[in-house]
């Protein structure tokens, strides 16, 4: 068998998924989050809440650690959570009317709601 161009065969894996390895359904795991009575957020929305209740900007230090202690925060399963918050951050600063607004340097706040 040959590798792709650009990537040897012995750097390429094969995983297949593990022979004992259960696997939930998602309607499985729907109705567990519909049965315990309490929606799941994603890391996006977390962020919102934290620093709607702060009142205040925040370190995205703090902001990060008080998003992974949330309770109800799904889909941050991977190796650096806490770059993919601070990436999210950042690049919603950047758009015209991203929720988040850079307040000083690795410090963020919401956007105020413009009037009118």
Same mark, same amino acid.
């Given at each position: 068998?040959?590798?792709?161009?650009?990537?040897?065969?012995?750097?390429?894996?094969?995983? !297949?998924?593990?022979?004992?390895?259960?696997? !939930?359904?998602?309607?499985?795991?729907?109705?567990?989050?519909?049965?315990?009575?309490?929606?799941? %957020?994603?890391?996006?929305?977390?962020? =919102?809440?934290?620093?709607?209740?702060?009142?205040?900007?925040?370190?995205?230090?703090? =902001?990060?650690?008080?998003?992974?202690?949330?309770?109800?925060?799904?889909?941050?399963?991977?190796?650096?959570?806490?770059?993919?918050?601070?990436?999210?951050?950042?690049?919603? *600063?950047?758009?015209? *009317?991203? =929720?988040?607004?850079?307040?000083?340097?690795?410090?963020?706040? %919401?956007?105020?709601?413009?009037?009118?």
């Amino acid at each position: 068998m040959t590798a792709p161009k650009g990537e040897s065969s012995t750097t390429r894996s094969h995983s !297949a998924p593990k022979k004992d390895a259960v696997v !939930a359904e998602p309607e499985e795991t729907a109705e567990a989050e519909a049965a315990s009575g309490s929606e799941s %957020l994603s890391g996006r929305e977390a962020m =919102i809440e934290v620093l709607r209740l702060a009142g205040e900007p925040l370190t995205t230090k703090v =902001i990060v650690e008080r998003v992974l202690a949330h309770p109800r925060v799904t889909g941050l399963k991977g190796l650096t959570p806490g770059a993919t918050l601070a990436a999210k951050l950042a690049t919603e *600063n950047k758009k015209p *009317n991203g =929720i988040f607004v850079r307040t000083a340097p690795g410090t963020y706040g %919401l956007r105020p709601k413009e009037e009118g």
